[in-house]
C-alpha cells in the first residue's frame, strides 16, 4: 500500500501534482471530452483545503521535446477555471530559464498554476537527473495522481519522486484499489472483455487474464488474429501474422484452465478505406474482398449473455472501428450491457474505449472508469508500475 495525500501533513505545503490533462482539444482551442479532468477534481479540492500551493504538471500529445502551438495546455487551463470556478494561472513560461523560475515561486500562497506541456521538454521523457531536479525545486511535496502515465519512468512520475516526499492523490489510489480488487479478489462469475486494433498490445494481458477470468471474450481487431489461428479466412481484415501461433497455444491454454474463450461467431463486414458497409456474416464466411469490422448480432447476444450474469466486468478496448459511426454499435452495445449489469464490479480502462462510448450518463453506473490505456494492460500484468513503485510506502 502506497500513501495517500491524508497520510501526510500538507497544510500551507508547495505542491507538484502530476495529472493527466492529455485531452482531445478541437481546433487546438477548445476541450473535448473532459472525463480526465473531472477526474482530478476531488484531489485539486482537498489540496486547495489544505491551503496548498499547486503546480499542476501533465502533458498533451507527443511533442518530442519540442513546443508545438497546437499541444499547448493553455486551453486546458481555461477549461480547468470554469471546471473549479475560481482562477487558474498558465505557465507558459520556459521552466529552463533561472529567472522564470523565480517567478513561477513567487505567486502568491494558495494559487493553482498548470504548467505548460511538460513534453515540450526532452528532460522529462529522458527522466534527466538535472531536469527532475530543477522541478522539483518549485514544491515541498509531490503529489502523483496520474495513473495514465505511470507506467513510464519520466521526470514528471519517477524522477521527482527522488527529489521530494512523494503520495498518491485520490485518483491514483482509486485506480489502484479497483483494479487490484477486480484481480486479486474477483467475485464469480469473473468475466473479461478484450478489444482494440492490435493483437501485439493485447497478447500478454491475454495470457495474464486467462489465469483469473472464468470467461474471456475477445473482439475488435484483436480478434481478427485469433479467428485467423482458428484456420478461418479474414479476407482484408486487420490480423497480426506474427502472433498467430502465439494465438493457437492461448487458445489451448484457455481450454486446459477451463476458461472460456469467445470470438465473433459474427462480424459486420465491409470496406474502410471506402467507408462502406457491406452487411453481417459468419465469422467463418469474410469474403476475400472485406474486412471485419465490428461484432454482428449473434456476438453481440453470446457475449451478453455472459456480461450480464457477471459478477465482476473488466473490459479494454472496442469491439470494432468505433471512430466510425457504421462500426461502433458492438462497442455501444457492450457497454449498455455492462452498465446496467448493477450487481457487478466493472472496471472499464483504455483511451480508445472511452472515446467510443457516446451516452456517458451511462458512466455513472459503472464502477470506475480507468484513466489509463496502456496503464492499465501493464498494471493488470505486473501488478504495479513504475511511477507507483516510486511512491512513498505506509
Known amino acids: 500500500m502506497k500513501k495517500t495525500i491524508k497520510d501526510i501533513n500538507l497544510k500551507g505545503k508547495k505542491v507538484l501534482l502530476r495529472v493527466d490533462y492529455n485531452v482531445s482539444l478541437f481546433d487546438g482551442m477548445r476541450v473535448g471530452d473532459d472525463t480526465r479532468i473531472r477526474q482530478t477534481l476531488p484531489t485539486i479540492e482537498y489540496l486547495l483545503k489544505q491551503g496548498c500551493t499547486l503546480y499542476l ?67 522529462e521523457e529522458t527522466n534527466e537527473n538535472n531536469f527532475s531536479r530543477r522541478l522539483a525545486g518549485l514544491g515541498q511535496i509531490f503529489v502523483n495522481d496520474a495513473f495514465g502515465v505511470d507506467h513510464r519512468a519520466h521526470a514528471s512520475t519517477v524522477g521527482l519522486a527522488a527529489y521530494l516526499p512523494s503520495v498518491a492523490g485520490f485518483l491514483l489510489d482509486k485506480e489502484v484499489v479497483m483494479i487490484s480488487q477486480a484481480m486479486e479478489k474477483p467475485k464469480r462469475p469473473m468475466v473479461a472483455i478484450i478489444g482494440g486494433a492490435k493483437a501485439e498490445t493485447k497478447i500478454t494481458l491475454i495470457d495474464r487474464l486467462l489465469e483469473k477470468a472464468d470467461t474471456l471474450i475477445i473482439g475488435g481487431g484483436v480478434a481478427n488474429t485469433f479467428l ?79 456480461i450480464s450474469r457477471a459478477k465482476t466486468i473488466i473490459w479494454n478496448g472496442p469491439m470494432g472501428v468505433c471512430e466510425n459511426p457504421k462500426f461502433v454499435t458492438g462497442t455501444d452495445f457492450i457497454y449498455h450491457v455492462i452498465a446496467e449489469n448493477r450487481s457487478s464490479l466493472s472496471v472499464v480502462g483504455g483511451g480508445d474505449t472511452l472515446g467510443a462510448l457516446k451516452e456517458k450518463d451511462f458512466l455513472k453506473t459503472i464502477d470506475h472508469v480507468s484513466t489509463g490505456g496502456g496503464a492499465m494492460l501493464e498494471f493488470i500484468e505486473q501488478g504495479s508500475l513504475p511511477g507507483i513503485d516510486a511512491l512513498l510506502d505506509k
Open 57 to 123: 504538471i501533465s502533458h498533451l500529445g507527443r511533442p518530442e521535446g519540442k513546443r508545438q502551438k497546437q499541444l499547448s495546455l493553455r486551453p486546458v487551463a481555461e477549461h480547468l477555471q470554469t471546471l473549479l470556478k475560481r482562477k487558474v494561472l498558465f505557465f507558459g513560461e520556459d521552466l529552463l530559464k533561472d529567472e522564470e523560475i523565480k517567478r513561477l515561486k513567487a505567486i502568491r500562497n494558495g494559487a493553482i498554476i498548470l504548467l505548460e506541456n511538460i513534453r515540450f521538454y526532452r528532460g
Open 228 to 306: 485467423k489461428a482458428w484456420g478461418y479466412e479474414v479476407g482484408k481484415s486487420l490480423v497480426n501474422y506474427e502472433m498467430v501461433e502465439l494465438a493457437k497455444k492461448l487458445y489451448w491454454k484457455a481450454a486446459r484452465s477451463k476458461t472460456r474463450m469467445l470470438l465473433p461467431s459474427d462480424v459486420v463486414v465491409g470496406d474502410l478505406a471506402k467507408n462502406k458497409y457491406e452487411g453481417i456474416t459468419d465469422s467463418s464466411r469474410i469474403p476475400p474482398d472485406m474486412q471485419a469490422l465490428d461484432i454482428g448480432p449473434q456476438s453481440q447476444a453470446e457475449f451478453g449473455a455472459e
